[in-house]
Structures are given as structure tokens and as C-alpha cells.
């Protein structure tokens, strides 16, 4: 596997992981609802080490390749390690007890910047 480093103004950074998903709520999971799981996810910014931000929102394309699903975000990690290390954290954990049992289908996908 082929690791990248970016450069930028002669300064070497380590990879940053982008971990991004999308969501297709269930029929009966409210407005309210869907922003509560967005708001909960948002409370691990700053409090999961490395997890630097989240961005989401509702799908907005006109492509229709969205295959039914409503809502996506992207997360960005310091590291893959950090990534790594919040996968199994208590506060992900949590998380997904509110965000899981709403949701018809889900998919994640992370790469390294």
C-alpha cells in the first residue's frame, strides 16, 4: 500500500483521514430526529482525540445518483491512527446507539489525504 505525505510550503504533514458516509433514514425518523443524530455526531468533534471536523447535510445534487440515500457527512482525522482509535471509542459507541437503530442504510468510506 502506497502512503501519501503532502507537502505544503516546504512543511511535510502525516496523511489526514477523510471518513465519510451517507445515510438513508428510515421513513418514520422525524426532521427533528435526523438533526438530533447530526447534533450528537457533531458533540465528538474536539472530545474524540484527533477527530478535527464534521461537516453534513442533506443530499443536494441533481445527478440522481444518490440511490435513495438522504443525508451525508465527512469527518477529517489527524492521522489514521486517530481514526483507528475512534472506531471503538465509548463516546462512538454512544453515538451510534442514538444514529443506528434510525437508519434504513448506511455506508462509510474513509481515504487517507
Known amino acids: 500500500m502506497v502512503r501519501h505525505s503532502v507537502v505544503r510550503h ?3 504533514r502525516e496523511s489526514i483521514v477523510r471518513h465519510f458516509g451517507v445515510f438513508k433514514f428510515k421513513e418514520a ?3 427533528n430526529e435526523i438533526e438530533e443524530c ?3 455526531m457533531m458533540g465528538m468533534v474536539g472530545a474524540i482525540p ?3 471536523t464534521m461537516e453534513y447535510g442533506p443530499y443536494d445534487g441533481n445527478e440522481g445518483l444518490n440511490e435513495d440515500f438522504t ?3 465527512v469527518m477529517t482525522f489527524d492521522s489514521p491512527e ?3 482509535a475512534y472506531l471503538p471509542h465509548p463516546l462512538h459507541e454512544q453515538v451510534k446507539e442514538l444514529v443506528v437503530p434510525r437508519l434504513e442504510r448506511v ?3 474513509d481515504f487517507i489525504v
Do not use: E, K, Q
Open 38 to 40: 447530526f447534533r450528537t
Open 107 to 109: 455506508i462509510v468510506f
Open 82 to 84: 486517530s481514526r483507528d
Open 50 to 52: 484527533g477527530l478535527l
Open 10 to 12: 516546504s512543511v511535510v
Open 71 to 73: 443525508h451525508g457527512f
Open 29 to 31: 425518523v422525524t426532521d
